[in-house]
């Protein structure tokens, strides 16, 4: 009985520790995307500042919506890095 | 024995705060959705005591806020048509700007924003908003169907299309909308927590530990940067806000 008490104790801490492994794993994988994506549309709104400077506003409302459309992925796979972690 | 002064403070100093006043329910975070929403409304009211023609100190500062959310908010997005919508924009965006600015004021250092239970709201009222008016603007039976089928597109798409549209519109849109604000500003004090705690276990463990600048630093650039987020998060809730009522007032597609 005793025995499979420590055992439970055992896996659970083992339980912990690949939770955290995971919520690490997790959120780095998700922001693999997110930082690609972000890349592409910063750069290709510079690309489309440099070529027409009078639009730039125009181009950086956008951009910043192009930015927090991509972002979002990234940020769930923050508040699951947060749950796995901290719960 | 450093490594042991680096720990994280229970994370349940971040998810449960003590009641203050003796109201329960009534946390810092209240507090501070308190004080923010009273700050911006004395602004306002102070700002608009005595118009004057040629505006000076306060009042020129809320003049240059009313315009900039008129002029990059409002008409980048939905257009002189949304122009009735400004006061709602305005405190918004006032509102956030001001509760996220609290993540770097000295002895406050909390965004009242880093809890769900204040974008969350927000996010609701805005879905209600936009729903609302698209149902006002264009009556709910072509506004379902301009939603959920735009028109341009091969009949068979829609066994594909008209799924991802209504989840992406009905079901991830407030969802997205208040994650967004509660991550990022939850991120940024977790990051600065993190330096705040590395640059003072490294000054209090040991005198020559403070000659290695690297987490003081890292504090001031974040510091700084957070200072940028604060401000970009509250324009990127409030533009989005715009984009999606604007949206249902004139369908694009």
């Known amino acids: 009985m005793r025995n499979l008490f420590e055992l439970a104790l055992v896996f659970g801490q083992q339980e912990k520790g690949l939770s955290a492994l995971g919520a690490g794993i997790g959120y780095g994988a998700a922001a693999i995307g997110p930082g690609i994506g972000i890349g592409y549309v910063v750069g290709n709104a510079i690309t489309a500042m440099a070529r027409q400077p009078e639009v730039a506003g125009m181009v950086r409302t956008t951009m910043f919506l192009g930015i927090a459309f991509t972002e979002a992925l990234a940020l769930i796979g923050f508040v699951v890095f947060i749950l796995l972690k901290f719960t | ?253």
């Open chain 2, 1 to 253: 024995m450093i490594l042991s002064a680096l720990e994280f403070p229970p994370i349940e100093e971040l998810l449960e705060w003590k009641d203050m006043f003796g109201i329960p329910g009534f946390n810092k975070i209240a507090l501070l959705c308190v004080v923010s929403a009273l700050i911006v409304a004395t602004f306002f009211l102070l700002a608009g005591r005595r118009g004057q023609l040629v505006p000076r100190g306060i009042q020129n500062i809320a003049e240059s806020t009313v315009e900039f959310v008129e002029n990059s908010i409002i008409m980048q997005t939905m257009g002189t048509d949304g122009l009735s919508w400004l006061p709602f924009f305005l405190t918004m965006f006032t509102f956030l700007l001001v509760a996220n600015l609290f993540e770097i004021i000295p002895f406050i250092q909390f965004p009242a924003t880093a809890r769900m239970a204040i974008p969350l709201p927000l996010a609701l009222v805005v879905y209600i908003a936009f729903i609302v008016t698209g149902v006002k603007r264009q009556g709910a039976g072509k506004y379902l169907k301009t939603t959920l089928f735009p028109p341009g597109v091969p009949w068979g798409f829609y066994f594909l299309l008209t799924p991802i549209e209504f989840i992406s519109t009905f079901i991830m849109r407030p969802f997205s909308l208040a994650v967004r604000l509660f991550a990022n500003m939850l991120a940024g004090h977790l990051l600065l927590v993190t330096f705040a705690l590395l640059t003072a276990a490294l000054f209090t463990k040991s005198v020559l530990a403070v000659i290695l600048p690297l987490p003081f630093a890292m504090l001031m650039a974040v510091t700084v940067f957070e200072l940028l987020v604060a401000v970009l998060q509250a324009f990127i809730f409030t533009i989005l806000a715009a984009v999606y009522i604007g949206e249902s007032m004139k369908p694009q597609h």
